[in-house]
């Protein structure tokens, strides 16, 4: 059966020019009709093809799922539609941009009557753009969402951050008014409502009149406006603290605003001077230690050279820690040292240094002072040996202290001979029979310890 002499006009003028593959088939699935878009895609031209079985130029099986749908479409008009998805090249055609390239097909068979003749009419169609294009578009929505869900949880990370952190955090205008504060900055700065009612310049406060942190808040082009500045915090209740502020600059040149990052500094300030104590003091008696009482006469014997001053050095002693220890255990040594301690200090001007500088010695830098010179040492050892023997209550038992006492005047600006001269001194009235004082002269010789 052959292609109908009537339709010959329609197929060569209309369906040689689409952009889409065309083929009619008889009833014995030979090729009627090849258009050129199939011959160049195929590689076989029309004289080549017509009349022949389609299955046979194009090595597709009889049984195939293409061919039993032609069979439907000319025996029972049935048409069709093959997805890509599912069959995606049932014909070999390739394409021309693509050497070697098969191309993604969509097939739709209709059947076309002439007379009592009946022909399947295969248009196919090249998706492989289409299908590029829904690739690359699933590629960039896909990229798209994942920029998204970034994005979506950085921002909620950094709503995590803003709640959570300890430290306060508060968002301004270019003006400095409060427009977003945190949790932290709310407790802080006691602004639990209407923030924006609030400039943050009236919760702080200089530490010198220049203004340093305002004048470069308002004036400056950097994107750190302020790192670490040292001010002072006022909460809306009037309570003052020390904070440590760092502001950084956001938002645009149009529409500028500041991150301000607050830290109420009590807590890191409180452990600074206990660490300074530690280092510096006696933690028992709060006396200064043996470093400090080192510097201290150091200092005082150059000031002394410098002016011509005179410098003494006392040495105290315990005669009774260690009974005491033993009968009351350290407990009741610690309060003996602290009394002695409180009445070395009661003993002496605020001016001269009582130092702890080992398990019961203790000692006392008395410094000239320029409208009375020294005071009298006399006066002074009598005042703290009658000061330390006075009766000391521990558990309930009553117990005399006793010390034994060394004083030297500084005659040059050595440090280790001072020391040395006022040991001598301590350990000659120890071995005088204790509770006494000794003064340093010459001729007195280091006893054994």
């Known amino acids: 059966m052959s292609k109908p002499k009537s339709l010959a006009p329609l197929f060569d003028q209309a369906l040689n020019k689409l952009q889409a593959g065309a083929v009619l088939l008889d009833n014995e699935l030979r090729v009627c009709f090849w258009n050129h878009w199939l011959a160049q895609h195929s590689g076989i031209s029309t004289d080549q093809i017509l009349g022949k079985p389609l299955f046979e130029c194009l090595d597709i099986p009889e049984d195939s799922y293409l061919m039993k749908r032609v069979h439907q479409a000319i025996e029972h008009g049935l048409s069709s539609i093959l997805s890509n998805t599912i069959h995606r090249h049932p014909l ?121 942190f305002e004048g470069q808040f308002f004036s400056s082009s950097h994107d750190h406006v302020a790192d670490n500045f040292r001010l002072t915090g006022i909460s809306l209740n009037g309570k003052r603290f020390p904070v440590k502020i760092s502001v950084l600059r956001t938002g645009t040149e149009q529409e500028r605003t500041y991150s301000v990052i607050c830290r109420d500094i009590t807590e890191s300030q409180q452990t600074e001077k206990r660490l300074k104590q530690l280092a510096h003091y006696d933690s028992l008696t709060g006396l200064a230690n043996r470093a400090t009482f080192n510097d201290h006469l150091n200092n005082a014997l150059k000031n002394a050279q410098r002016y011509d001053h005179s410098v003494a050095l006392v040495y105290i002693d315990l005669d009774n820690l260690k009974p005491v220890n033993d009968h009351f255990g350290h407990r009741g040594g610690d309060i003996l040292l602290r009394e002695v301690a409180k009445r070395l200090k009661s003993s002496v001007r605020d001016s001269d240094l009582v130092a702890r500088i080992g398990g019961d010695e203790f000692t006392i830098t008395i410094t000239e002072s320029e409208e009375h010179g020294l005071p009298d040492l006399h006066i002074i050892s009598e005042r703290i040996l009658e000061k330390i023997k006075a009766p000391l209550t521990i558990s309930g038992e009553s117990l005399d202290p006793s010390a034994s006492i060394g004083i030297t005047v500084s005659s040059s600006n050595n440090a280790d001979q001072l020391a040395r001269h006022a040991d001598i001194a301590m350990y000659t009235a120890k071995q005088r029979g204790k509770g006494q004082c000794v003064f340093y002269e010459e001729g007195l010789e280091s006893p054994h310890r």
């Open 92 to 212: 070999p055609l390739y394409s021309i941009e693509r050497k070697n390239e098969l191309i993604e097909q969509k097939l739709i068979l209709s059947r076309l009557k002439s007379g009592t003749d009946s022909y399947c009419l295969i248009h196919v169609y090249d998706v492989s753009e289409v299908l590029r294009r829904e690739k690359s578009l699933k590629r960039q929505a896909q990229k798209l969402h994942n920029t998204v869900s970034e994005l979506t949880q950085a921002e909620e990370q950094i709503r995590s951050i803003f709640d959570l952190s300890p430290d306060g955090i508060l968002i301004l205008d270019e003006t400095g008014r409060l427009s977003r504060i945190n949790a932290a900055a709310e407790r802080m700065f006691d602004i639990f409502e209407y923030p924006d009612l609030y400039n943050f310049l009236q919760f702080i406060e200089e530490m010198d009149e220049e203004k340093p």
